[in-house]
């Protein structure tokens, strides 16, 4: 595809459970990211991957959240034991390199905790 | 703290009339600005940047003004089209940091 594609789009849950969030990158970026967007705020930064290079996990809010990137590509964000504050919309981008500061998003996975 | 603050929630413009998003920063290490446009149930697209060592960039109807010293940048849309309705980001980098901090957004309303 020409772009970042993200599934699913929506995903409702139920408090306690754990949810897997996938991202697809653009072919060939090597760099990947994760944000969340809660209602109301700006976007956060979650962790960040590069090549293989070990990941930027800084932005994780908790130890409940882990991020992987197989083979260099697709990336799976997942949400354990899930709790009512973490819906929020989250956003996977990439760029070609590192530097690439002009990061392409994805649509984006509405995670709904109930 | 809120280190990129965009304090419009919203803004509303006339069709063919000048939009002025505005966007405070309190870092002074930033040193790399960009803009990114969301619609609804889309993902951001990067619109504009500009590094500190300008204080304008200019694309078609765009332009992206900085004021180091004020701490504050500023995007133009001129002439607004209803096409650009939509929230727009401000985010700031660190060089070539890879993580962008974002402000909470502005909704633009063009109406025609």
């Known amino acids: 595809g020409a772009g970042v594609s993200q599934s699913p789009s929506n995903k409702v849950t139920e408090k306690g459970k754990d949810v897997e969030l996938r991202c697809d990158p653009i072919s060939g970026h090597t760099a990947l990211y994760w944000y969340r967007q809660s209602l109301g705020q700006g976007l956060e930064f979650l962790i960040y991957?590069?090549?293989?290079?070990?990941?930027?996990k800084s932005g994780l809010p908790s130890d409940r959240f882990s991020a992987e990137r197989t083979g260099g590509s697709v990336s799976t964000l997942t949400i354990q034991r899930t709790q009512q504050e973490d819906s929020a919309v989250y956003l996977c981008?990439?760029?070609?390199?590192?530097?690439?500061?002009?990061?392409?998003f994805g649509p984006g996975t509405r995670l709904t905790v109930l | 703290d809120q280190q990129v603050k965009q304090n419009s929630p919203s803004l509303s413009v006339q069709e063919g009339r000048i939009s002025i998003l505005n966007c405070d920063y309190t870092n002074s290490m930033f040193d790399y600005f960009l803009w990114y446009k969301k619609y609804p149930a889309e993902g951001p697209t990067f619109l504009i940047s500009?590094?500190?060592?300008?204080d304008k960039n200019e694309d078609g109807r765009f332009t992206v003004f900085l004021n180091k010293s004020a701490k504050h940048l500023s995007l133009h849309i001129v002439p607004s089209q209803p096409g650009d309705s939509a929230v727009y980001f401000c985010a700031a980098a660190r060089g070539s940091n890879y993580k962008l901090t974002f402000g909470k957004g502005t909704l633009l309303t063009v109406n025609p």
């Open positions: 981008a990439s760029t070609l390199v590192a530097e690439g500061n002009e990061q392409f």
């Open positions: 500009i590094s500190s060592i300008k």
């Open positions: 991957f590069q090549g293989n290079s070990a990941p930027d």
